[in-house]
DNA sequence: CGCGTAACCTACTGGGAGTAAGTTACCCGG
DNA sequence: CCGGGTAACTTACTCCCAGTAGGTTACGCG
């Protein structure tokens, strides 16, 4: 590697493909982190790659482009280490622990760049929602997974709302997280498997006022 | 156009200052609900109002701010409402069930528009980020006093914690409502409350393989 | 009736997304 | 070593939209 030297200045490395899309991936995952989707400007990041700003649209196409792609390769780390934590589990249990404490672990160390993709969906073309989404579809279709075991007698339509409500409750949980450093990926998964576990029930009051006949009624 | 236009020429009204923000901000709601804020674009906002852009900037300061502004009388309307039906409840359980129908009705009614705030959060400055997480602080403030009023042997990070939790599986269970028509706001409400109360535990099986001791440790 | 002011306008600037067309360096077969 | 093909890269634009400067009109009111 006689020319790869660390030089910034004057001489402007020729990279391939392959290295330059990694390079203005990591550039622009930061960019987006530190200013947001719509703030950050393709010339910025065009200038922090050493390139000019056509190389960004001959190899993304679009800034929603850059940014779908952000989210791709993001997906596909993320379901990667939830799905290995989770292969070393043993009980329905574990499995939920294990992959609560990866999926914090994983937003805690992506904090800045993760955080803006979980608060910043619809930047500008559908397409972008899109990519978003099909983060959550797949994260959706492993926590149904994990419901469909540890809950075989639960209904369809349960299954499916309580998903949601796993999903969206992890996600403000790690926005939460990364704005109080005191927190803990393993306390952020504790809250969260405790909570699903049992819910409020270990903190109701022993003798609760709690005529179930009436109450809004249980789940079908 | 060649005349066909269905009013009066001369029929540009002129209207109160007051008069006029209300309708702007009525506009911009549908807007910014149509196509998002990002793609929506102050020129329209203007001339659905049938006023010229520049009365916008006068009267709001930038689009940043006519978002705010849609924001916090959205805010101001959900307090309402919640408020409104929670104080009608007896008990704690009471009380949340009605808080949790009153705002999945909210958001049903107001779905496009308010769907786009859900999503759409740090548009561009921090001022929309801030009313927005205004909200949230409404809303959390409102869920912790239920909580302590639900549990009151809970610790105070317990609460902090499960109240990001109800946030976020609310918001979530909002979008995913507003994309399943056949699902009322009663039974996003109802599976809210379920699952808060008891979590997964009505469909864990009888018998399950949970050694207590290893497991990730209960909510201190 | 005229005068002050608040509602309203036309016509611009500036910045950033996106593009057309040209230039340079590297690889590879003679 | 040498051309030439191509992939990496550039300059120099266009266009769109947020935001603004400064002027114009209509309404209330003494």
Redesign the pocket.
Known sequence: MS?ATPRPPSR?????????ERQMLDVAEQVFGEHGY?????????ER???????????F??????LVACVTRSKAELLDVTQKAMAAATTPEDILWRGMVAYFSFIDSHSKSFAMLLREPTA??PQTAEAVEATRRQQSTLIAGVLATFAPSAPADVIEAYTQIIMGASERMALWQTSRPDVSAEDAARYMTDFCRQGLSPYLTPAPPRPCAEAPREPR
């Open positions: 020319g402007r490395t020729r990279m391939s493909r392959a290295a330059r719509q703030a950050a400007s393709m010339d910025e990041i065009a790659c050493g390139v000019s700003k056509p190389m960004l649209y001959e190899y196409g679009s800034k929603d482009g850059l500008a073309t």
